[in-house]
């Protein structure tokens, strides 16, 4: 358990933009910031961070709290995971009130998974630069590629012994446990239920999360054994994922937004040579196919990809079918090829930095031309290959939302197709007229329209729930703040509102709850404010403020400074503001009492009963004539 005065030192020295800033990009507007949603696909953006406030909203998922709640829901961290990642961004020591050791820091399975995953990089990185087999085969094999000692420290580049079981047993004696040695792939189980190493002689590439935990592993033989695969790779489990992991993205993160690009290669050490020669918005695909998952990972922080290929001609072909996803997904792509026989990491050793740059410059082309040109040459003078060219172009082409931009390509194209250009463009409109069409139609046949709406449950929200809600939005904003009153002075809004509140019970359970951790809190002689409540560990509490506070609309400073003309928001008169929802909310109540006992009398036939009852009644209704004439009086003149 983190000791709270570390957790207040965190919340603190936080900076919400910066740290959302690192997965998200955003976009200064006014006193806060904007950005495409980074939990859903969307093309508008609707994601605000408040710096001031502290908090995001997402408004197209609902979604919003501090800079440890995004953390959270981002990265699937738990609420220490996210308290210690912060601490160790802003150099704050943890203080816990039971230190346990490492490899039991967390009593779940995912942080076990990452615990593990750790001790092998360790392991690897030590075997390679502190064993003498270490040194002379896996390091000797990067000194060769040219990788410098800083480097493979940075990537945390290792070797795995040539020895059956050299990992698995030193795991064993620092009590890792078995389950998550085979679980995270880095030991395999014999069938006499001994363990064995799965990279044994194989140099390492350790893979990081966005946020820079290592994650999974690629292994590299050095032998040249056709029948032993050259790579493999970590199996899928709770905290690796290839679909959605790009390596090299925790380094390139920040040269991919300040440079506005990214540059993808193939391979680990495509990525290691791009980035040791200084440009470091480089990133591979782990030698998978591009997926979904990993454009939009891009997409966060740019809108331009690069991708550099090697000379085969082959895979090049291969790779190009697979690439219309980052067009559907609206990002810029360019593609640059190296001559027969190079890849990135060989190219850019052979010429340096700045001829790797020069290169680069000069021969990258905009995929969809680059795609049209490079079929044409395969197609040759065969008019049926060429006919199924001109599809397949148009088939990418139609995948890019951005009209315009599309009918640019068409123009450009129909040169390159010797096509004219109203041909080109009636089949690309077939086209997106049949995806439309597709999109539209129901995935199943409906049955009858009475059994679907019976079986649709209908959320409905009360007018008193709205207004026990404005209740705790009014106490989160204003609690703090002191009255300034005809009639009241020298007190702050919260506590009032909580005496004046004493006799109301509330409905909702999450506005109860929040009501109800406002009053213990002045018990014990503390004055919640509003960071109090969105940094609350429990969850409810912390989305029900934040969802409070967050609005998708700001009034634009400009408003009165151009067109002169003065809005007037409710803190120019608090004590309408706060009593008007205090008594609308006493009158609702007062209004269901009154219903109650109107319902009684209908059922009441003992004639004692019913003058208690209509006692009742009566008393109820001068107390709805007493908050409806204040209400008159002191909100509505």
């Known amino acids: 358990m983190i000791k709270k005065a570390t957790i207040d030192k965190i919340f603190e020295a936080t900076d919400i933009a910066e740290v959302i800033g690192e997965f998200v990009q955003l976009k200064k507007r006014g006193a806060n910031y904007v950005g495409l949603s980074p939990f859903a696909n969307e093309k508008t953006p609707s994601f605000t961070v408040s710096p001031v406030k502290g908090i995001f909203k997402d408004f197209s998922t609902g979604l919003g709290g501090s800079a440890v709640t995004f953390l959270m829901e981002h990265e699937k961290f738990t609420y220490p995971e996210a308290l210690k ?24 399975r995912r942080e076990s998974l990452m615990v593990v995953s750790a001790f092998a990089a360790k392991f690897f990185q030590e075997s390679l630069l502190e064993t003498a087999e270490g040194q002379n085969i896996g390091l000797s ?26 990992f698995s047993t030193a795991a064993i004696k620092q009590n890792y446990q078995q389950e998550f040695l085979l679980e995270s792939g880095l030991s395999v189980k014999r069938d006499n239920g001994t363990l064995y190493d799965r990279y044994r002689g194989r140099v390492m590439f350790p893979i990081h999360s966005f946020t820079g935990r290592v994650v999974g592993f690629g292994g590299r033989t050095l032998k040249n054994d056709k029948s032993v695969p050259k790579y493999v790779n970590s199996p899928e489990s709770e905290i690796y994922h ?23 290669v193939e391979g680990y050490a495509d990525v290691i040579s791009v980035y040791q020669a200084g440009i470091e918005n480089v990133v591979a695909s782990s030698g998978t196919s591009l997926t979904v998952e990993q454009i939009r990972l891009i997409g966060r922080s740019t809108k331009n990809i690069t991708i550099l290929y090697d000379g085969d001609a082959a895979g090049i072909k291969a790779a190009l079918r697979g690439l219309d996803l980052i067009l559907e997904e609206g990002l810029n792509v360019k593609v640059v090829t190296f001559p027969d026989g190079h890849d990135p990491d060989s190219f850019v050793r052979k010429v340096g930095t700045a001829a790797f740059k020069t290169y680069i410059d000069q021969h990258q082309k905009d995929f969809i031309l680059y795609k049209t040109s490079t079929l044409l040459k395969d197609a040759g003078n065969d008019p049926i290959k060429k006919a199924e060219v001109i599809r397949e172009i148009v088939e990418s082409i139609a995948k890019i939302p951005d009209s315009i931009k599309a009918s640019v390509f068409v123009k450009e194209c129909s040169l390159l197709l010797q096509m004219d250009e109203r041909s080109l463009l009636t089949e690309l409109n077939k086209m997106r007229l049949a995806k439309s069409k597709k999109q539209d139609q129901p995935a199943y046949k409906p049955v009858s329209e009475t059994s679907v709406t019976e079986n649709i449950p209908v959320k409905t929200v009360s007018a008193e729930d709205t207004q026990e809600k404005e209740i705790v939005r009014l106490l989160i904003t204003y609690g703090n703040k002191m009255i300034d009153w005809d009639g009241i002075a020298n007190t702050y809004i919260g506590p009032f509102m909580i005496a004046e509140l004493s006799d109301v019970e509330f409905e909702n359970p999450e506005s109860k709850n929040v009501v109800e951790l406002y009053r213990q809190e002045l018990e014990n002689g503390r004055l919640p404010d509003e960071t109090f409540f969105i940094h609350h560990p429990d969850r409810s509490v912390a989305d029900l403020a934040v969802s409070m506070v967050s609005t998708p609309y700001s009034l634009s400073e400009n408003w009165y400074e151009m067109h002169k003309i003065l809005v007037a928001g409710e803190q120019d008169n608090m004590k309408a503001t706060i009593l008007g929802a205090i008594f609308h909310l006493k009158k609702r109540k007062v209004d269901q009492i ?24 009566q008393h109820m209704k001068k107390v709805e004539k007493n908050i409806s004439d204040f209400l008159g009086s002191v909100i509505l003149k």
């Open 85 to 108: 990642w912060l601490a160790k961004k802003y150099n704050i020591e943890v203080e816990e009130d039971q230190q346990t050791p490492e490899n039991k820091e967390e009593d779940n």
């Open 141 to 166: 094999y990067f000194k060769e590629r040219g990788f410098r000692e800083d480097i493979i420290r940075k990537f945390e580049l290792g070797y795995s012994p040539d020895n059956w079981d050299a």
């Open 242 to 264: 290839k679909s959605s992991i790009l390596y090299g993205l925790y380094f390139a993160k920040k040269a991919i937004r300040e440079t506005d690009n990214c540059y993808l």
């Open 594 to 617: 009154l219903e109650g006992i109107r319902r009684e009398l209908q059922k009441t036939t003992e004639e004692a009963d019913v003058d208690i009852l209509l006692n009742q009644y």
